[in-house]
């Protein structure tokens, strides 16, 4: 094998994992800046994680995404670790540092703020109180993001409320935990509505929201992607208001790590969405 300094290696662990497009999304970066360099998708079970973490550098890999199931483990194992994992106590970019060793980050919150900037350049996260439905691990870092980008009031509803309330204690102190039953009143008035749940989507539980109190000035975002939109979004734009889907969440969080193996800034544009969703030539 060539020495990683010539051709770099990183890819992205998760278990499964044939469903990322993360491989696309390098790959197309790679093949624009024309790198020298590979992204691979590797398949790892949760009892082989710590192991495969380990023996990584030694094969040439300069870094990786994680994602599920192997966030929090990715964390724990870190040698260092960023404020934000830290707060998050989950990490989703490593980067194998010859000195330093694994160094974890969680870019999934910057990835969301980034989408919403890009997406919809007016967006001001001072401009309204936010609703975010969910209390899953990706709305962990989506809450922090919006609290740390000036949101003034943020309510956080979610089926069981308990989860809701444990996020709030551990992630920020001021959020606003409502009932799940409240969830028609605590979307009137806001600038933004935050989707982190499955609801409507296969698999998931089914869509019973209304959205009936809903602004059409205000901003419904989801942070899942589906081609023509998510059931979530559908509802959102049948009430008037303007929807951002999750691709570009994706898209943006993975702007750091790229940077950090491959030496090159990358850029989020329309060939590049076009490339991973497979729309484009």
């Given at each position: 094998m060539k020495d990683h300094e010539d051709a770099p290696l990183a890819g992205v662990i998760g278990w499964p994992i044939a469903h990322s497009l993360s491989p696309?999304?390098?790959?197309?970066?790679?093949?624009?800046?024309?790198?020298?360099?590979?992204?691979?998708p590797l398949p790892v079970a949760e009892d082989d994680f710590e192991a495969a973490l380990r023996t990584m550098p030694k094969m040439g890999f300069v870094g990786a995404n994680v994602t599920m199931?192997?966030?929090e483990r990715a964390f724990a194992l870190a040698d260092e670790t960023s404020a934000i994992a830290q707060r998050l106590g989950a990490a989703n970019t490593l980067v194998f540092?010859?000195?330093?060793?694994?160094?974890?980050?969680?870019?999934?919150?910057?990835?969301?703020i980034e989408n919403l900037r890009e997406t919809r350049p007016g967006w001001d996260a001072t401009a309204g109180p936010v609703a975010v439905l969910g209390a899953g691990g990706a709305c962990r870092a989506v809450v922090a993001a919006l609290m740390d980008a000036g949101v003034p009031e943020l309510r956080l509803l979610n089926r069981t409320k308990s989860r809701a309330q444990a996020l709030r204690d551990e992630i920020a102190p001021g959020i606003d935990v409502r009932d799940w039953s409240e969830v028609e009143e605590a979307v009137s008035g806001v600038s933004l509505v935050v989707n982190t749940t499955s609801m409507g989507m296969a698999g998931g539980p089914e869509l019973t929201l209304t959205l009936q109190n809903l602004s059409p000035a205000a901003l419904a975002a989801d942070i899942v992607y589906a081609a023509g939109g998510t059931p979530f979004m559908k509802l959102a734009q049948s009430r008037?208001?303007?929807t951002v889907d999750g691709l570009g969440m994706l898209l943006h969080q993975a702007r750091p790590g790229?940077?950090?193996?491959?030496?090159?800034?990358?850029?989020?544009?329309?060939?590049?969405?076009?490339?991973?969703?497979?729309?484009?030539a």
């Amino acid at each position: 094998m060539k020495d990683h300094e010539d051709a770099p290696l990183a890819g992205v662990i998760g278990w499964p994992i044939a469903h990322s497009l993360s491989p696309k999304l390098h790959g197309h970066w790679l093949r624009r800046y024309k790198i020298k360099g590979w992204y691979l998708p590797l398949p790892v079970a949760e009892d082989d994680f710590e192991a495969a973490l380990r023996t990584m550098p030694k094969m040439g890999f300069v870094g990786a995404n994680v994602t599920m199931p192997h966030k929090e483990r990715a964390f724990a194992l870190a040698d260092e670790t960023s404020a934000i994992a830290q707060r998050l106590g989950a990490a989703n970019t490593l980067v194998f540092d010859p000195q330093r060793g694994i160094c974890a980050d969680n870019t999934d919150g910057f990835g969301f703020i980034e989408n919403l900037r890009e997406t919809r350049p007016g967006w001001d996260a001072t401009a309204g109180p936010v609703a975010v439905l969910g209390a899953g691990g990706a709305c962990r870092a989506v809450v922090a993001a919006l609290m740390d980008a000036g949101v003034p009031e943020l309510r956080l509803l979610n089926r069981t409320k308990s989860r809701a309330q444990a996020l709030r204690d551990e992630i920020a102190p001021g959020i606003d935990v409502r009932d799940w039953s409240e969830v028609e009143e605590a979307v009137s008035g806001v600038s933004l509505v935050v989707n982190t749940t499955s609801m409507g989507m296969a698999g998931g539980p089914e869509l019973t929201l209304t959205l009936q109190n809903l602004s059409p000035a205000a901003l419904a975002a989801d942070i899942v992607y589906a081609a023509g939109g998510t059931p979530f979004m559908k509802l959102a734009q049948s009430r008037g208001a303007e929807t951002v889907d999750g691709l570009g969440m994706l898209l943006h969080q993975a702007r750091p790590g790229f940077e950090r193996w491959f030496g090159r800034a990358p850029q989020v544009d329309a060939a590049l969405r076009a490339a991973v969703t497979g729309q484009g030539a």
